[in-house]
């Protein structure tokens, strides 16, 4: 028997109690799993509008990953969340180190917050030079963090949770900024045939 509760907004909790211990249970769970997901993903008419729709599932396991339904709830969301941030529309099983990145992003969400704050963004220009004449032709602005305790935190560390939280925004509006108010201060010392280059959403490099 299976039974199915609405958690909250579009998230429900499937329980299902008196599933075969003989074989394997992780295959079994992965069936059923699969199953769902291709049942509720596809392409939707309501009235004049199509609408895509599709499932992550995370899964946990009695007594392993817990032996509370809170403690049960809790591992299957964080392994849900897993799961939509490999791609969507799969599923993937608990494991504590999934406890451990959740809380490293959580804090890296916070030390982003505190960089805007405390002015610890930084940036760099790198020089792009015709090849042929080895002139300089343009630069292109790149962000740096200047962690007052990792020291200096390349963008592939810090961009993605930046998007995943909307922090992106105000640090998008910060490089603007702050290269417009450097190129305005260069005056004359700056090549007037010299291109300035912004990538927006910031980028890694």
């Known amino acids: 028997m299976i039974f199915t509760v609405w958690a ?20 079994e769970l992965g069936g059923i799993a699969d199953k769902i997901i291709a049942s509720t993903g596809g392409e939707f008419n309501i009235g004049n509008h199509k609408v895509h729709s599709g ?32 791609g969507r529309h799969r599923y993937e099983f608990y494991a504590p180190e999934l406890n451990e990145a959740a809380l490293h992003r959580l804090n890296l969400e916070q030390e982003l917050r505190g ?17 042929l004449s080895g002139r300089l032709v343009g630069v292109e602005a790149l962000i ?13 560390d810090f961009i993605a949770v930046a998007e995943e939280t909307g922090l992106i925004r105000p ?17 004359a010392s700056c090549d007037p045939g010299c291109r300035q280059c912004i990538t927006t959403p910031v980028q890694g490099n």
């Open 55 to 86: 499932m992550s599932i995370g899964i946990s396991l009695y007594p392993k990953d817990g032996e509370t339904p809170d403690e049960l709830v809790k591992n299957a969301d964080t392994a849900m969340y897993h799961a939509k941030k490999l």
């Open 171 to 187: 640090i998008d509006d910060w490089v603007l900024s702050t290269v417009c108010h450097q190129m305005a201060g260069c005056g």
């Open 115 to 131: 960089a805007l704050d405390n002015n610890e963004f930084s940036i760099y220009y790198q020089p792009k030079v015709d090849s």
């Open 8 to 27: 909250k907004t579009d998230e429900f909790v499937i329980v299902i109690p008196d599933i075969e211990r003989k074989g394997d249970v992780v295959f």
């Open 144 to 156: 740096r963090w200047r962690h007052p305790e990792k020291g200096i935190v390349p963008p592939s």
